[in-house]
């Protein structure tokens, strides 16, 4: 049998999900995460959900070909639909939109008082701020590199957060003394995506004055939570 290898994004999931977990995966295309779980022991059972009947029946194959079909309930479900309060206490939703994650948060408030992995691939400065208005409280953030792409795990539970500014609601927040070693390079990626907007913005034929004070603002914060960052490492 084919050895199952996450990738560093799963592997990074997978390293906070907390042990003898009862997990929920949402939109969990082959299973590989729960299943991966269940084999090294560190979670007991597991509902995989997905929208759409074709990444459940990949997922069903991945957990028979590895002898866990018996440990995961697959679901087809919008998000959370089929769960209730109480059947998990951890729910991972990774490989979605952060608009996406919002709605299937929105529409299971039970979430709250569960253990929360959240991985968006797009809109994460409206997904913490949704976040931060609705009673969740992101306790910390993990970041991932895979090649040139970078991914930012949130570990959430019910609880309110502090303000955040302009940066952190882009890039999360960070801390003295955690260790991120990819954190240089994504500030100077978002700083550098930042200046291109801005540089079109002012070469604009009629700019958008809002819009182009909201950019200096929040490129002046990158560039302040970079000075900050390498600060801390000297």
Not at 121 to 138: F, T, V
Not at 147 to 166: A, D, H, M, R
Request: glycine residues 8%; proline residues 4%; contains cysteine.
């Amino acid at each position: 049998m084919k050895q199952l290898d996450l990738s560093p994004r799963l592997a990074a999931l997978a390293d906070q999900v907390p042990q003898g977990a009862l997990l929920a995966d949402v939109g969990t295309d082959h299973a590989y995460l729960p299943t991966w779980l269940l084999k090294t022991g560190k979670i007991q059972r597991a509902v995989a959900s997905d929208i759409n009947q074709g990444p459940l029946d990949r997922g069903k194959e991945t957990a028979r070909i590895y002898g866990v079909e018996d440990q995961i309930s697959f679901q087809r479900c919008d998000g959370l639909a089929g769960l209730r309060a109480g059947e998990v206490d951890t729910v991972v939703i990774a490989g979605m939109g952060g608009d996406l994650i919002a709605r299937i948060l929105d529409q299971a408030p039970w979430t709250r008082s569960v253990c929360l992995l959240l991985q968006p691939m797009s809109s994460q400065e409206d997904l913490r701020r949704w976040l931060i208005k609705n009673d969740y409280w992101i306790q910390k953030e993990i970041l991932v590199r895979e090649e040139e792409k970078f991914y930012n795990i949130l570990i959430v539970t019910g609880g309110e957060s502090p303000v955040y500014t302009p940066g952190e609601l882009l890039t999360g927040r960070q801390q003295k003394g955690e260790k991120s070693p990819h954190r240089l390079a994504y500030l100077e990626d978002q700083i550098r995506r930042r200046r291109r907007a801005l540089a079109g913005m002012v070469q604009s034929a009629s700019p958008n004055r809002e819009v182009l004070v909201r950019e200096k603002a929040l490129l002046a914060d990158l560039e302040r939570m970079r000075e900050e960052w390498m600060q801390w490492q000297r």
